[in-house]
C-alpha cells in the first residue's frame, strides 16, 4: 500500500487568488491522480499526472486553471487558480498502487472554501 | 466508459449482513468491477475487485453474476464504521499496463444502526 499526505488540510481563500495543493507520496510512483469532489457530490478526475511529463486533463479541465506539477515520483502539486466560490470543494490526490495491485490510493483531501 | 447504476441508499443493522447491489448492464469482456468505499471526512479506499469469478477478502465480498451485469458488494457483519459511500466502478486497462482512470458514479449510502 501507499500513504499520502496532502497540505494543506483545509483552507479558506479569496476569490480572485491561487492555491497550490501538495500532495506527497511514501513510495515511488509513476502515476498520480487528482479529483475534485463538490459539496455532496461524487469524485470527478481533473488529471492524471505522470513524472516527466505533461498532465493529462480531463474533459472540462484546463491547464491554466489547474496547472500541475510532477517533479519526481513522490510528489506532486495542483494549483486551483483566480478561485470563485465555485471551486469550493474536496481536493485528492491518488496514486496507483505497484503493479498488479491493481487498485488506486487516495490520500485525505483538501477542503477548500472560497468566499 | 460503460455505466453503473446504484441504489441511493441502504440501511443495515449492526452485524446482521448487508448485500450492496451494481447494475452494470454495458460492461465490456475486459473490464473488472471495483468497489471503493468513502468514510465520512476521508478519501476513498479500495475494498475488492473481479472479473469474473466470485471474490473475498478480509474486508468484503464480491458476487458477480454470470453475464457479469451485475455484482453485489456482501458485508457479512456490518459494523458502525462501515458506515460509507459505496462506490461501484467498471475499469478499462489499457494493454499491459495498469493505466485506467476510476469514474466514480454517485455511489450508495450505507447507514449502519446500533
Known amino acids: 500500500s501507499a500513504v499520502i499526505s496532502q497540505k494543506p488540510s483545509r483552507d479558506i481563500c479569496q476569490r480572485g487568488t491561487s492555491l497550490t495543493i501538495q500532495c506527497q507520496v511514501d513510495?515511488?510512483?509513476?502515476?498520480m491522480f487528482w479529483y475534485r469532489q463538490q459539496p455532496g457530490q461524487s469524485l470527478t478526475l481533473i488529471a492524471t499526472?505522470?513524472?516527466?511529463?505533461?498532465?493529462?486533463?480531463e474533459s472540462g479541465f484546463v491547464i491554466d486553471k489547474f496547472p500541475i506539477s510532477r517533479p519526481n515520483l513522490t510528489f506532486s502539486t495542483l494549483t486551483v487558480s483566480n478561485m470563485s466560490p465555485e471551486d469550493s470543494s474536496i481536493y485528492l490526490c491518488?496514486?496507483?498502487?505497484?503493479?498488479?495491485?491493481?487498485?488506486?490510493?487516495f490520500g485525505p483531501g483538501t477542503r477548500l472554501t472560497v468566499l | 466508459d460503460a455505466k453503473t447504476t446504484q441504489p441511493n441508499s441502504m440501511e443495515s443493522n449492526e452485524e446482521e449482513p448487508v448485500h450492496l447491489p451494481c447494475n452494470h448492464s454495458?460492461?465490456?469482456?475486459?473490464?473488472?468491477i471495483h468497489w471503493y468505499r468513502q468514510l465520512p471526512s476521508q478519501g476513498p479506499e479500495y475494498v475488492i475487485h473481479?472479473?469474473?469469478s466470485n471474490v473475498n477478502n478480509r474486508m468484503a465480498s464480491l458476487a458477480i453474476a454470470e453475464d457479469r451485469k451485475s455484482s453485489t458488494l456482501i458485508l457479512h457483519r456490518a459494523t458502525l464504521r462501515d458506515a460509507a459511500v459505496y462506490y461501484c466502478?467498471?475499469?478499462?486497462?489499457?494493454?499491459?499496463?495498469?493505466?485506467?482512470?476510476?469514474?466514480f458514479g454517485q455511489g450508495t449510502i450505507l447507514t449502519v444502526h446500533p
Open positions: 454495458t460492461i465490456s469482456g475486459t473490464d473488472y
Open positions: 466502478i467498471l475499469r478499462s486497462w489499457a494493454g499491459g499496463t495498469s493505466y485506467g482512470k476510476l469514474t
Open positions: 513510495s515511488q510512483v509513476t502515476m
Open positions: 499526472a505522470n513524472q516527466g511529463s505533461e498532465a493529462t486533463y
Open positions: 491518488s496514486v496507483e498502487g505497484d503493479a498488479g495491485v491493481y487498485t488506486q490510493y
Open positions: 473481479g472479473l469474473t
